[in-house]
Protein backbone atom coordinates (compact mmCIF):
# COMPACT_ATOMS: atom_id res chain seq x y z
CA UNK A 1 0.00 0.00 0.00
CA UNK A 2 1.25 3.45 -0.88
CA UNK A 3 2.01 6.46 1.37
CA UNK A 4 -1.25 8.13 2.48
CA UNK A 5 -2.22 10.88 0.28
CA UNK A 6 -1.71 14.87 1.57
CA UNK A 7 -5.07 16.43 2.05
CA UNK A 8 -5.82 19.81 0.51
CA UNK A 9 -8.22 22.41 2.67
CA UNK A 10 -9.40 23.27 -0.40
CA UNK A 11 -10.12 20.57 -2.13
CA UNK A 12 -7.68 21.22 -4.80
CA UNK A 13 -5.22 18.76 -6.23
CA UNK A 14 -2.51 18.47 -9.12
CA UNK A 15 -2.18 14.92 -10.00
CA UNK A 16 -0.21 13.04 -12.32
CA UNK A 17 -0.84 9.85 -14.11
CA UNK A 18 2.16 8.36 -16.31
CA UNK A 19 2.31 5.06 -18.36
CA UNK A 20 3.86 2.08 -16.59
CA UNK A 21 7.50 1.53 -17.60
CA UNK A 22 7.58 5.01 -18.95
CA UNK A 23 6.06 3.80 -21.85
CA UNK A 24 4.47 6.22 -24.19
CA UNK A 25 0.28 6.36 -23.65
CA UNK A 26 -0.32 9.07 -26.11
CA UNK A 27 1.29 7.66 -29.62
CA UNK A 28 -0.98 9.71 -32.21
CA UNK A 29 -3.53 12.32 -31.95
CA UNK A 30 -6.30 9.92 -32.02
CA UNK A 31 -4.84 8.68 -28.77
CA UNK A 32 -5.26 11.81 -27.36
CA UNK A 33 -8.39 13.26 -28.69
CA UNK A 34 -10.15 9.77 -26.99
CA UNK A 35 -8.58 10.43 -23.95
CA UNK A 36 -10.06 13.99 -23.84
CA UNK A 37 -13.48 12.61 -24.84
CA UNK A 38 -13.27 10.63 -21.83
CA UNK A 39 -11.71 12.65 -19.50
CA UNK A 40 -15.06 15.36 -20.69
CA UNK A 41 -17.15 12.35 -20.11
CA UNK A 42 -15.15 11.04 -16.73
CA UNK A 43 -15.66 14.61 -15.08
CA UNK A 44 -19.50 14.80 -15.60
CA UNK A 45 -20.12 11.50 -14.22
CA UNK A 46 -17.71 11.94 -11.03
CA UNK A 47 -18.89 15.54 -10.62
CA UNK A 48 -15.01 16.84 -10.42
CA UNK A 49 -14.25 20.45 -11.54
CA UNK A 50 -11.24 20.92 -13.94
CA UNK A 51 -8.96 23.61 -13.77
CA UNK A 52 -5.80 22.92 -15.97
CA UNK A 53 -4.76 20.14 -17.92
CA UNK A 54 -1.57 18.92 -20.10
CA UNK A 55 -0.98 15.68 -22.23
CA UNK A 56 2.68 14.59 -22.66
CA UNK A 57 4.11 11.44 -24.07
CA UNK A 58 3.96 8.92 -21.29
CA UNK A 59 2.01 11.12 -18.76
CA UNK A 60 -0.53 13.55 -17.87
CA UNK A 61 -1.50 16.41 -15.63
CA UNK A 62 -4.60 17.35 -14.22
CA UNK A 63 -5.67 20.46 -11.70
CA UNK A 64 -8.71 18.74 -10.23
CA UNK A 65 -11.23 20.16 -7.96
CA UNK A 66 -13.44 17.90 -5.52
CA UNK A 67 -12.84 15.55 -2.52
CA UNK A 68 -10.00 13.45 -2.91
CA UNK A 69 -12.33 10.28 -2.94
CA UNK A 70 -14.47 11.46 -6.04
CA UNK A 71 -10.92 12.49 -7.63
CA UNK A 72 -9.49 8.81 -6.78
CA UNK A 73 -12.48 7.23 -8.33
CA UNK A 74 -12.75 9.65 -11.48
CA UNK A 75 -9.03 8.78 -12.24
CA UNK A 76 -9.76 5.05 -11.81
CA UNK A 77 -12.95 4.94 -13.83
CA UNK A 78 -10.47 7.46 -16.48
CA UNK A 79 -7.52 5.72 -16.83
CA UNK A 80 -9.60 2.08 -16.76
CA UNK A 81 -11.46 3.26 -19.94
CA UNK A 82 -8.65 4.72 -21.95
CA UNK A 83 -6.12 1.87 -20.84
CA UNK A 84 -9.22 -0.50 -22.50
CA UNK A 85 -9.69 1.49 -25.83
CA UNK A 86 -6.10 2.00 -26.02
CA UNK A 87 -5.01 -2.17 -25.61
CA UNK A 88 -8.12 -3.01 -27.52
CA UNK A 89 -6.86 -0.74 -30.25
CA UNK A 90 -3.30 -1.86 -30.39
CA UNK A 91 -4.61 -5.59 -29.73
CA UNK A 92 -1.70 -5.25 -26.46
CA UNK A 93 -2.30 -6.92 -23.19
CA UNK A 94 -1.30 -5.79 -19.73
CA UNK A 95 -0.79 -2.53 -17.41
CA UNK A 96 -1.04 0.66 -19.49
CA UNK A 97 -0.99 3.36 -16.25
CA UNK A 98 0.84 2.77 -13.19
CA UNK A 99 -1.32 1.65 -10.13
CA UNK A 100 -0.85 4.81 -8.11
CA UNK A 101 -1.75 8.45 -9.91
CA UNK A 102 0.84 11.18 -7.65
CA UNK A 103 -0.88 13.99 -6.32
CA UNK A 104 -0.14 17.25 -4.65
CA UNK A 105 -2.28 19.38 -2.39
CA UNK A 106 -3.08 23.07 -3.70
CA UNK A 107 -3.95 25.13 -0.41
CA UNK A 108 -3.25 28.89 -1.56
CA UNK A 109 -4.22 31.05 -4.45
CA UNK A 110 -0.70 31.77 -5.31
CA UNK A 111 0.55 27.92 -5.50
CA UNK A 112 -2.62 27.38 -7.55
CA UNK A 113 -1.41 29.69 -10.33
CA UNK A 114 2.01 28.54 -10.07
CA UNK A 115 0.78 25.04 -10.83
CA UNK A 116 -1.55 26.02 -13.34
CA UNK A 117 2.13 27.44 -14.87
CA UNK A 118 4.06 24.59 -13.95
CA UNK A 119 1.22 22.23 -16.08
CA UNK A 120 0.92 24.44 -19.11
CA UNK A 121 4.85 24.92 -19.51
CA UNK A 122 5.57 21.07 -19.84
CA UNK A 123 5.89 20.83 -22.89
CA UNK A 124 7.86 23.54 -23.29
CA UNK A 125 10.68 22.79 -20.79
CA UNK A 126 10.81 19.21 -22.25
CA UNK A 127 11.38 21.02 -25.80
CA UNK A 128 8.30 19.40 -27.59
CA UNK A 129 6.77 22.82 -28.62
CA UNK A 130 6.35 26.40 -26.87
CA UNK A 131 3.48 26.99 -24.30
CA UNK A 132 1.49 29.10 -26.80
CA UNK A 133 1.83 27.03 -29.85
CA UNK A 134 1.21 23.29 -27.87
CA UNK A 135 -1.99 21.98 -28.68
CA UNK A 136 -2.94 19.63 -25.72
CA UNK A 137 -3.12 21.56 -23.04
CA UNK A 138 -5.64 23.92 -21.53
CA UNK A 139 -3.90 27.01 -21.77
CA UNK A 140 -5.63 27.81 -24.89
CA UNK A 141 -8.70 27.49 -23.20
CA UNK A 142 -7.60 30.39 -20.81
CA UNK A 143 -6.89 32.74 -23.83
CA UNK A 144 -10.36 32.51 -25.37
CA UNK A 145 -10.87 29.27 -27.34
CA UNK A 146 -13.08 27.47 -24.53
CA UNK A 147 -12.86 23.71 -23.70
CA UNK A 148 -12.62 21.44 -20.60
CA UNK A 149 -11.80 23.77 -18.06
CA UNK A 150 -13.57 26.03 -15.83
CA UNK A 151 -11.41 29.19 -16.32
CA UNK A 152 -13.55 31.61 -14.60
CA UNK A 153 -12.24 31.52 -10.80
CA UNK A 154 -8.52 30.85 -11.74
CA UNK A 155 -8.69 34.23 -14.42
CA UNK A 156 -9.95 35.85 -11.47
CA UNK A 157 -6.87 35.67 -9.72
CA UNK A 158 -4.52 36.24 -12.39
CA UNK A 159 -6.57 39.55 -12.79
CA UNK A 160 -7.41 38.90 -16.54
CA UNK A 161 -6.35 37.11 -19.97
CA UNK A 162 -3.51 39.33 -20.51
CA UNK A 163 -2.14 39.35 -17.06
CA UNK A 164 -2.77 35.35 -17.29
CA UNK A 165 0.00 35.45 -20.52
CA UNK A 166 2.18 37.29 -18.98
CA UNK A 167 2.53 35.27 -15.71
CA UNK A 168 3.42 32.16 -17.78
CA UNK A 169 6.46 34.36 -19.58
CA UNK A 170 7.56 35.18 -16.08
CA UNK A 171 8.80 32.01 -15.33
CA UNK A 172 11.17 30.84 -12.84
CA UNK A 173 11.39 26.82 -13.02
CA UNK A 174 8.28 26.51 -10.56
CA UNK A 175 10.48 23.63 -9.05
CA UNK A 176 8.41 22.76 -6.19
CA UNK A 177 5.61 21.50 -8.43
CA UNK A 178 4.77 17.81 -8.59
CA UNK A 179 6.91 16.42 -11.26
CA UNK A 180 6.90 12.76 -12.99
CA UNK A 181 10.14 12.47 -13.29
CA UNK A 182 9.78 13.16 -17.10
CA UNK A 183 13.45 13.40 -18.75
CA UNK A 184 13.98 16.59 -20.37
CA UNK A 185 15.31 17.62 -23.41
CA UNK A 186 19.13 17.90 -22.04
CA UNK A 187 19.31 14.41 -21.59
CA UNK A 188 17.75 12.76 -24.81
CA UNK A 189 18.89 13.51 -28.03
CA UNK A 190 15.15 14.14 -29.63
CA UNK A 191 11.63 14.70 -28.55
CA UNK A 192 9.42 11.39 -28.43
CA UNK A 193 7.47 12.90 -31.72
CA UNK A 194 10.74 12.55 -33.56
CA UNK A 195 11.85 9.20 -31.82
CA UNK A 196 8.59 7.90 -32.65
CA UNK A 197 8.84 8.59 -36.78
CA UNK A 198 12.58 7.38 -36.53
CA UNK A 199 11.06 4.73 -34.48
CA UNK A 200 8.87 3.26 -36.74
CA UNK A 201 10.65 3.43 -39.76
CA UNK A 202 13.82 1.52 -38.18
CA UNK A 203 10.81 -1.35 -37.08
CA UNK A 204 8.68 -1.46 -40.33
CA UNK A 205 5.46 -2.62 -39.39
CA UNK A 206 5.58 -3.56 -35.74
CA UNK A 207 3.98 -1.18 -33.37
CA UNK A 208 6.22 0.01 -30.67
CA UNK A 209 3.93 -1.34 -27.56
CA UNK A 210 4.80 -4.95 -29.18
CA UNK A 211 8.00 -5.32 -29.05
CA UNK A 212 8.45 -6.64 -25.51
CA UNK A 213 5.76 -9.39 -26.81
CA UNK A 214 8.10 -10.74 -29.70
CA UNK A 215 10.50 -13.84 -29.26
CA UNK A 216 14.03 -13.15 -27.36
CA UNK A 217 15.62 -12.80 -30.46
CA UNK A 218 13.61 -10.67 -32.59
CA UNK A 219 13.08 -7.88 -29.71
CA UNK A 220 16.66 -7.46 -29.42
CA UNK A 221 17.16 -7.24 -32.91
CA UNK A 222 14.22 -4.24 -32.76
CA UNK A 223 16.15 -2.75 -29.74
CA UNK A 224 19.37 -2.47 -31.56
CA UNK A 225 17.38 -0.69 -33.92
CA UNK A 226 15.96 1.47 -32.12
CA UNK A 227 19.59 2.35 -30.58
CA UNK A 228 21.10 2.32 -34.37
CA UNK A 229 18.84 5.38 -35.67
CA UNK A 230 19.76 7.57 -32.55
CA UNK A 231 17.02 6.57 -29.75
CA UNK A 232 18.75 6.79 -26.16
CA UNK A 233 18.04 4.10 -23.98
CA UNK A 234 15.78 5.58 -21.45
CA UNK A 235 13.82 6.91 -24.57
CA UNK A 236 13.31 3.41 -25.71
CA UNK A 237 12.22 2.36 -22.50
CA UNK A 238 9.05 5.02 -22.56
CA UNK A 239 8.32 3.73 -26.42
CA UNK A 240 8.26 0.01 -25.63
CA UNK A 241 7.91 -0.83 -21.85
CA UNK A 242 11.26 -2.84 -21.99
CA UNK A 243 12.96 -1.68 -18.99
CA UNK A 244 16.50 -0.01 -19.24
CA UNK A 245 18.69 -2.56 -18.02
CA UNK A 246 17.68 -4.61 -20.88
CA UNK A 247 17.45 -2.41 -23.34
CA UNK A 248 21.59 -1.72 -22.20
CA UNK A 249 22.25 -4.86 -22.23
CA UNK A 250 21.18 -5.91 -25.59
CA UNK A 251 22.78 -2.40 -26.73
CA UNK A 252 26.25 -3.31 -25.25
CA UNK A 253 26.13 -7.23 -27.29
Known sequence: ????????????????????????????????????????????????????????????????????????????LLNSSYARWFNDKGKRVGHLFQCRFKSEPVNDEAYLMTVIRYIHRNPDVAGIASTESYRWSSFKEYIGTGGLCLTDFPLSLFGSIDAFAAFHKDWNNDAGCLDVDALRNATRPMSDEDAIEYAQSAVGGIRLAEIKTLEVEERNACLRRLRQVGLSIRQIERLTGIGRGTVAKVSSS
Open 1 to 76: MGAKRKLSEADIYHVVSRGTGRQLIFECDEDRETFLRLLKRTLKLTNVELYAWCLMGNHYHLLVHASLDRISAMMQ
